[in-house]
């Protein structure tokens, strides 16, 4: 890690917030427990334990590894139902194959990222290759779940194959980040990702002691998660590193808030070069959310309705040529 990277940051777009610009406190960090997802591979949580409303509009997040699978071991998830929100699958290393019963579907690798827009309802499946089955290697990944409004969670699913070579790639001020935006507006800068919520999403890359400061949208929330090496957040500087999940303070129609401020330590560990890493952030929708595993909707009734609608086969069905198997 990282996939992309650039050899020149300084020859890249430069994002500053305005010197009247006011950052965000850190108001809290908390640290991903430990889990297994779909057939056995470790993920965090990475905002389990936070309450739903600093998240919103985001569901969850899991860090998929970082694992150095030795041969054989490399494990996904069976086919599965998704219905009321959009998946962002962001991969660091490794590669891992998605389809749809929709129709989507497709390899992502090395800085790739898929969004898939589930809406009305479909059927699911995320598997290593053959060949990484086979050879084993390292994999780490996101995957972000991101909610719709009650009027578009019945919309028809849809699905977007970003390449790592659409990102669009930023620096500071000095040249000591690198920014890879993949969805959103930072500073007049928009990323490939097409979303039906507002959001922005961006991994980024700083440099041992580089401070980054940036614009950020008042009505959007903020939270930022570690994914390699320790660093600092907000004006306050409180300390944070991989595994670990940063909320920083709302922002207001006025323009207070209007700014994030992030650190690196001097000194990273053996892993990473660079304090590695994701800000997230949405404009909240303020609506009821229940979620009961795959489905995330408004009511206990539309829950109920999900997993009707999947028992009896209208969120989808396995393609029968599906090289995946059943």
Not at 11 to 23: K, N
Not at 184 to 202: F, N, R, S
């Amino acid at each position: 890690m990282p996939a992309v990277t650039v050899e020149n940051p300084l020859a890249l777009p430069r994002v500053t917030a305005p010197a009247e610009a006011h950052s965000r406190s850190a108001l809290a960090v908390s640290t991903a427990p430990s889990g297994l997802e779909g057939e056995g591979f470790p993920v965090r949580r990475a905002f389990a334990g936070i309450d739903y409303r600093h998240l919103d509009p985001f569901i969850m997040m899991d860090q998929m590894g970082e694992v150095d699978y030795a041969a054989g071991e490399p494990k996904g998830t069976p086919w599965h139902p998704h219905r009321g929100f959009e998946t962002v699958t962001y991969i660091m290393d490794g590669t891992f194959i998605h389809q749809d019963s929709h129709g989507g579907g497709g390899t992502i690798t090395n800085g790739d990222t898929q969004w898939m827009t589930a809406g009305s309802g479909l059927l699911h499946i995320e598997t290593p290759p053959e060949s990484l089955v086979l050879s084993g290697g390292l994999f780490h990944g996101l995957q972000l779940w991101v909610n719709l409004p009650k009027a578009d969670k019945m919309m028809p699913p849809k699905y977007q194959d970003l390449r790592a070579s659409g990102l669009k790639l930023l620096t500071s001020g000095d040249g000591g980040a690198l920014i890879r935006l993949i969805a959103g507006d930072l500073g007049g800068h928009v990323g490939p990702g097409a979303t039906h919520t507002p959001i922005t999403m961006a991994h980024i890359s700083l440099n041992p002691g580089a401070e980054l400061t940036i614009p950020w949208r008042a009505d959007f929330n903020a939270l930022a998660y570690g994914l390699a090496g320790s660093g600092f957040a907000g004006p306050e500087a409180r300390p944070f590193g991989m595994g670990q999940a940063v909320v920083f303070g709302k922002g207001d129609t006025s323009g207070s808030g209007d700014a994030l401020t992030l650190r690196a330590a001097e000194t990273q560990d053996s892993r990473s070069a660079n304090f590695e890493f994701v800000l997230l952030g949405g404009r909240p929708i303020r609506e009821p959310m229940m979620q009961y595993g795959p489905f995330v909707m408004n009511t206990h009734a539309e829950l109920a309705q999900a997993f009707d609608d999947f028992q009896a086969g209208r969120l989808g069905t396995i393609p029968a040529d599906s090289p995946l198997g059943k």
